[in-house]
């Protein structure tokens, strides 16, 4: 079973390979699932992605800020049954604010930066995810790393 360290090397590693995430998001019980483009801090503890405010992902996480995102490696061949990865970051969305814009984009942009013209739209919120833990999971187990 491998140490905090080991797993912390190991969503870092994933995250520099995968650009997109899926978030998972829900209102009034129904679950919904979206593709975005992600970035995560040094630390691991915020995940920033982007949307348009005028968009129902939006508005499901101004309702309710609960969030998943999905980052995995799989590349739909009979090996993935062994070897893919998936790492699910559970936490809280919020959108970032006048005085933690500026650094949340740059971080966003160094990652993305063909969306430079999407992200700095003035409909264009830039949100980020506080992860309170995440579970890493091969096709047989499960290890879990709490941040909070």
């Not at 593709?35 to 508005?59: E, G, N």
């Not at 604010?97 to 919120?125: I, K, M, N, Q, V």
């Amino acid at each position: 079973m491998p140490g905090e360290r080991d797993l912390r090397e190991s969503i870092g590693r994933l995250f520099a390979r995968q650009r997109l995430a899926v978030l998972s998001t829900q209102a009034t019980g129904q679950p919904h699932g979206n593709l975005v483009a992600f970035a995560s801090t040094d630390d691991l503890a915020l995940l920033l992605f982007a949307t348009r405010r005028d968009t129902a992902k939006y508005r499901r996480l101004r309702a309710e800020p609960r969030a998943a995102l999905l980052v995995d490696d799989r590349s739909n061949r009979e090996a993935d049954f062994q070897e893919a990865v998936a790492v699910t970051a559970l936490g809280t969305a919020r959108d970032a604010e006048a005085s933690e814009r500026a650094r949340f984009l740059d971080l966003y942009l160094a990652r993305h930066p063909s969306l430079f013209g999407f992200a700095t739209a003035p409909d264009c919120a830039l949100l980020w995810v506080e992860v309170e833990r995440y579970l890493v999971s091969g096709f047989r187990e499960v290890e879990e790393l709490r941040l909070r």
